[in-house]
């Protein structure tokens, strides 16, 4: 798969990197915490690195996938289904500043990407993601 190159539009998914001053969906109101699940072992290499910079995912598509609290759920149904030994990490919005960005998924509703690194303090809690006799993620508590 080709790399994009800067400047380049991408046909069916989030916009490419955007630069720094251009326009772009605002934080929805009152969300303060974005949530990404990741693998056990990707995370305690992420910890003793002191930043997660991304999985194999994030990595193609330039930027880091994270979740509003009530797309955890899908995010955890649709991309993680049936997988054991995943981690929810809760990120405070506030301390990835102008490196979180809000943009527009296939179906148009707001996801946050990370465009650089997640320095370990802006982590808040992070949370295992056991699987219930059916095979869904059972999730903790999740505040906006």
């Known amino acids: 798969m080709a790399r994009q190159r800067s400047g380049e539009a991408r046909i ?10 251009a326009l772009r ?22 910890e003793e690195s002191g930043r997660f910079a ?3 995912v994030d990595h193609a598509d330039g930027f880091i996938h994270l979740s509003a609290a009530d797309q955890v759920a ?23 500043g102008e490196d ?17 690194e997640i320095p370990m303090s802006a982590v808040r809690w992070t949370a295992p993601l056991p699987l219930d006799p059916d095979g869904r993620h059972i999730l903790p508590e999740l505040a906006d």
Not at 76 to 95: N, P, R
Not at 100 to 116: D, K, Q, T
Request: charged share 20%; hydrophobic share 45%; aromatic share 8%.
């Open 54 to 56: 991304g999985a194999a």
């Open 74 to 96: 899908e995010t955890a149904a649709k991309h993680f289904a049936g997988m054991e030994g995943l981690l929810l990490v809760a990120v405070d919005c506030a301390a990835l």
């Open 25 to 46: 969906p605002k934080q929805p109101a009152m969300t303060k915490c974005a949530y990404k699940i990741i693998d056990g072992p990707s995370w305690r290499a992420a």
């Open 12 to 21: 069916g998914g989030p916009p490419a990197r955007l630069q720094r001053g």
């Open 100 to 116: 979180l960005r809000w943009e527009p998924s296939r179906g148009g509703a707001l996801f946050p990407h990370v465009y650089g």
